[in-house]
Nanobody, 119 residues
């Protein structure tokens, strides 16, 4: 059974940092790209960050470039999102996604972790 479990969310003041984790199980973690998405209150879910299956390539939505870093640790089947210099507009539920869109279209989702940034 595939499972993606996010953790690390919480309440932080603007300018602070959080590190989100996503622990994966039930599939071949190292062969999947991993992504983070977020959904703010009243808004659609949006892409935040991507790391390819090997960890050699990453990209980000413009609004988080230079502040967020995605990484993966295949030995622990875990992907991370280090979030620095947080802003109130980063407030959202953050979701972990595993995918092989370019290969067979398979993707999995976690249930999310809430991040609240106070001004």
């Amino acid at each position: 059974q595939v499972e993606l479990v996010e953790s690390g969310g919480g309440l932080v003041q603007a300018g602070g940092s959080l590190r989100l984790s996503c622990a994966a199980s039930g599939y071949a973690f190292s062969s999947y790209a991993m992504e983070w998405f977020r959904q703010a209150p009243g808004k659609e879910r949006e892409f935040v960050a991507h790391i390819n299956w090997s960890g050699s390539s990453t990209y980000y939505i413009d609004s988080v470039k230079g502040r967020f870093t995605i990484s993966r640790e295949d030995a622990k089947n875990t992907v991370y999102l280090q979030m620095n210099s947080l802003k109130p507009e980063d407030t959202a539920v953050y979701y972990c996604n595993a995918n092989r869109r370019d290969l067979d279209g398979i993707e999995y989702w976690g249930k999310g972790t809430r991040v609240t940034v106070s001004s």
